[in-house]
């Protein structure tokens, strides 16, 4: 699986957008980008995720770079619910055989009031 | 539908105790998952069912780990004996179809053991 790199943590002032980044440059053609988060004491929590074109669905958006070596996950108007982990990870979708996961670090999304 | 169900979500134990977990997976989903989550680690998956079929255990720790799968309703992980190390959290999760991408997590059951 290709490795992704997220900034540790980060704030954002509730009402406003949160860009979250993930660098994934050694991700294949057909591995997915994933984005969990993780609200605090809860379980992780499936948000969106895609291949090459950009995705929306009602959580939030996914821009994926041309190159596909880094994508952002966009919350449009961030309110305090929203703080939590955000784990970023790329997968080969449908793939068989062994599947092992690390969710690694993932970003810590402060809302501020 | 009621989620991912998890049992107990507490579990307190003494080391060389045999520690339980259960889970029920969403009804319809063919795929299952175990992760364990702790703050030196993260989340780490431990092992995944297709078809009540364990398909890989690779990331389970050592030998005292044990997870079955009877029916598409019930899974169970099992620690014998267990160790102050093994305190963490550990997630059930369920998917449908899509293999391991859009997966469904349970409430956790937090484990200390003494």
């Known amino acids: 699986d290709a490795k992704t790199t997220q900034p540790t943590s980060m704030d954002c002032a509730e009402g406003r957008a949160a860009n979250l980044p993930c660098n994934h440059s050694?991700?294949?053609?057909?591995?997915?980008v994933y984005w969990y988060r993780q609200i605090h004491s809860q379980g992780p929590q499936y948000i969106i995720h895609?291949?090459?074109n950009n995705e929306t669905n009602e959580m939030a958006s996914l821009i994926i770079t041309e190159d596909r070596k880094s994508s952002t996950l966009i919350l449009p108007h961030a309110t305090l619910r929203d703080t939590a982990v955000y784990y970023c990870?790329?997968?080969?979708?449908?793939?068989?055989?062994?599947?092992?996961?690390?969710f690694g670090t993932g970003t810590k999304l402060q809302v501020i009031p | 539908d009621a989620g991912v169900i998890q049992s107990p979500r507490h579990e307190v134990t003494e080391m060389g105790q045999e520690v339980t977990l259960r889970c029920k997976p969403i009804?319809?989903?063919?795929?299952l998952f175990w992760y364990r989550q702790t703050m030196m680690r993260g989340l780490e998956l431990l092992i995944y069912?297709?078809?009540?079929?364990?398909?890989?255990d690779s990331g389970m720790p050592e030998d005292r780990f044990s997870a079955k799968m009877p029916n598409a309703s019930f899974s169970t992980l099992k620690i014998q004996p267990s160790e102050p190390r093994d305190s963490a959290v550990y997630f059930c999760?369920?998917?449908?179809?899509?293999?391991?991408?859009?997966?469904?997590f349970g409430p956790g059951t937090r484990l200390l053991v003494l």
């Open positions: 999760a369920s998917s449908a179809g899509t293999g391991w991408g859009t997966q469904y």
């Open positions: 050694t991700i294949s053609g057909n591995e997915y």
């Open positions: 895609g291949l090459k």
């Open positions: 990870i790329v997968r080969v979708e449908n793939s068989g055989g062994y599947q092992k996961v690390t």
């Open positions: 009804s319809g989903h063919d795929y």
């Open positions: 069912f297709n078809n009540n079929v364990p398909i890989d």
